[in-house]
């Protein structure tokens, strides 16, 4: 589906998910902020560009124009007999080619109860290497992955980030 497409969004989230990340969305301050809590940015994000993850945090993804007019389409509305903190949450797209998509998550990818699978955690992973302020390369980031992926085995942790800065 191509954001063109989409007539209007809605979701329905708890009374908590409102407060925490329901209201406008204002990068104006500190885009970055603004963006991580801003339910209405990750979901237009999330449709304009098929992820949602550390770089689309950046300034240039939050100012993106076609994200801009995809955020002005989704209407947060409050679900008062839902007492979840984190769940569910009931996503509507309204589309020109497709009608009504209506799709209700019980839980949040990446929780407990609904856990990234391994090679979803390994992307995320090799994702957020690579944008750190000093970003490690293919082979740093595969080795730190190791490391901690066998960090019952490390006898000494003064030797764990060696050879990875």
């Known amino acids: 589906m191509r954001p063109a497409d989409i007539e209007g969004i809605e979701v ?96 949040v990818p990446g929780s407990d109860q609904s856990p990234l699978s391994a090679r979803e955690a390994a992307d995320k992973c090799r994702a957020c290497f690579a944008l750190g302020a000093r970003p490690l390369t293919a082979s740093r980031t595969d080795l730190v992955m190791d490391r901690v992926a066998n960090l019952e085995q490390v006898a000494d942790m003064a030797i764990f980030f060696e050879d990875v800065m």
């Open 12 to 107: 329905e989230v708890s009374p908590f998910i409102e407060r925490l990340v329901g209201g406008k969305f204002d990068p104006g301050g500190d885009p970055q902020v603004a963006a991580q809590f801003n339910i209405r940015y990750s979901i237009a994000c999330a449709i304009a560009r098929r992820k949602f993850g550390l770089a689309e945090l950046e300034d240039t993804a939050v100012f993106d124009p076609e994200i801009g007019a995809l955020v002005d389409r989704v209407k947060v509305i409050v679900d008062p007999a839902n007492k979840g903190n984190r769940g569910p949450i009931v996503l509507r797209i309204r589309s020109r080619r497709h009608g009504l998509i209506s799709r209700r998550v019980e839980h």
